[in-house]
């Protein structure tokens, strides 16, 4: 059983910049979940979705965007970057409404 | 919002003690899960609690409910080398999948 993996594991950009983070969900996960996790924090909810369609969002402006595929995989686009961008984004897949498996994490760098 | 308080945030103990990590809201929470971070890695899923008053245990790790379903804490029993990361409380909440996870307890065990 393959567990939730994550692309690229680092990434440096400036800022004003445009992202693209992948996520391949746990084989049977139909639900992907991003969040983002500041140094010495707890994961911030960005948003979920679930057969494709966006199921929740957080409290994240709209520059942070995302897109699920028909395999259950998902991409989180970030738009004009900003410094404050600059954390450690989680994505986690799970059966609906289950406890959720996390990838390793892209560790973003913006500056 | 929605808000988990978590506490303390820092805990180093020498191995062999325990350990006790707090989680608090101001509103009742639907259910409560637990999540270990090691140092660098990703989030790991625990446990999950539902039912007012309920306490799970697996091997030296103790979780309750509390009855009001407004807090929750995990106890370690004599901790080892291994317990060290950082565990963090998660509510679930009504908006699509969201979960609000706590700051956070830091654990360091001294050999």
């Known amino acids: 059983e393959t567990g939730v993996t994550q692309s690229p594991t680092h990434l440096i950009k400036t800022r004003g910049q445009q992202v693209t983070l992948r996520c391949s969900s746990q084989s049977g996960h139909n639900t992907v979940s991003w969040y983002q996790q500041a140094l010495g924090q707890g994961p911030q909810f960005i948003f979920q979705y679930y057969r494709e369609e966006e199921n929740g969002r957080g409290n994240f402006p709209p520059r942070f965007s995302g897109l699920q595929f028909p395999n259950y995989s998902s991409e989180l686009n970030v738009n004009a970057l900003e410094l404050d961008d600059s954390a450690l984004y989680l994505c986690a897949s799970s059966p609906r409404n289950s406890p959720l498996h996390f990838g390793n994490g892209t560790r973003l760098t913006v500056t | 919002g929605q808000q988990v308080m978590q506490i303390p945030q820092y805990q180093h103990v020498q191995e062999g003690e325990d350990f006790t990590t707090y989680c608090n809201s101001s509103?009742?929470?639907?259910?409560i899960q637990w999540y270990k971070q090691r140092p660098g890695g990703h989030p790991v899923f625990l446990i999950q609690?539902?039912?007012?008053?309920e306490v799970k245990k697996q091997k030296r790790l103790t979780f309750q409910f509390g009855e009001a379903k407004k807090n929750s804490s995990l106890h370690i029993t004599a901790t080892q080398t291994t317990d060290v990361g950082t565990y963090f409380c998660?509510?679930?909440?009504?908006?699509?999948?969201?979960?609000?996870f706590g700051q956070g307890t830091e654990l360091s065990v001294k050999p």
């Open positions: 509103t009742t929470l639907s259910n």
């Open positions: 998660a509510a679930g909440s009504n908006q699509g999948g969201k979960l609000i």
């Open positions: 609690l539902v039912k007012s008053g």
